[in-house]
C-alpha cells in the first residue's frame, strides 16, 4: 500500500506561481513513477506531468512544459510540482499518483495505482 497526501493548492492570479507537494508513505521503495494529474470542472482527467523517483527522468504535456517543473525529494519521499505563468486553463483538482507496477506509457491515467485525494487550484483572470 501507498498513501499520497498533496498540499499546496490555492486560489492566484493569471501568471502567478503555486507549488504542489505530495507526501508518499508506505510502500514507496516500490514506486516505478509518480505523476501529477488534473480535472478541470466537466472535463475527463488528464496527464500534467511525472517523474520516475530512481532516475529522475521527467514527462510533461505540452501544455505546461516550460512552465511547470516536476521534482522529488527521495529522502523525504515527496514529489513536487511547480506551477509558473499559471493560466486560468490550468484550473482544476490537481491529484498527485504513483505506480507500482511499470508500466511504461505515463501518460495514460488509468496506468497508476494509488491516488491521493486531490487539491483545488483556481487561477484567476
Known amino acids: 500500500q501507498v498513501q499520497l497526501v498533496e498540499s499546496g493548492g490555492g486560489l492566484v492570479q493569471a501568471g502567478g506561481s503555486l507549488r504542489l507537494s505530495c507526501a508518499a508513505s508506505?510502500?514507496?521503495?516500490?514506486?516505478?513513477?509518480m505523476a501529477w494529474l488534473r480535472q478541470a470542472p466537466g472535463k475527463e482527467r488528464e496527464f500534467v506531468a511525472a517523474i520516475r523517483p530512481g532516475f529522475g527522468t521527467t514527462y510533461y504535456t505540452d501544455s505546461v512544459r516550460g512552465r511547470f517543473t516536476v521534482s522529488r525529494d527521495n529522502a523525504k519521499n515527496t514529489v513536487y510540482l511547480q506551477m509558473n505563468s499559471l493560466k486560468p486553463e490550468d484550473t482544476a483538482v490537481y491529484y498527485c499518483?504513483?505506480?507500482?507496477?511499470?508500466?511504461?506509457?505515463?501518460?495514460?491515467?488509468?496506468?497508476?495505482?494509488?491516488w491521493g485525494q486531490g487539491t483545488q487550484v483556481t487561477v484567476s483572470s
Open positions: 499518483a504513483a505506480q507500482i507496477a511499470y508500466r511504461s506509457d505515463l501518460r495514460r491515467v488509468d496506468g497508476y495505482d494509488y
Open positions: 508506505g510502500r514507496t521503495g516500490s514506486m516505478y513513477a
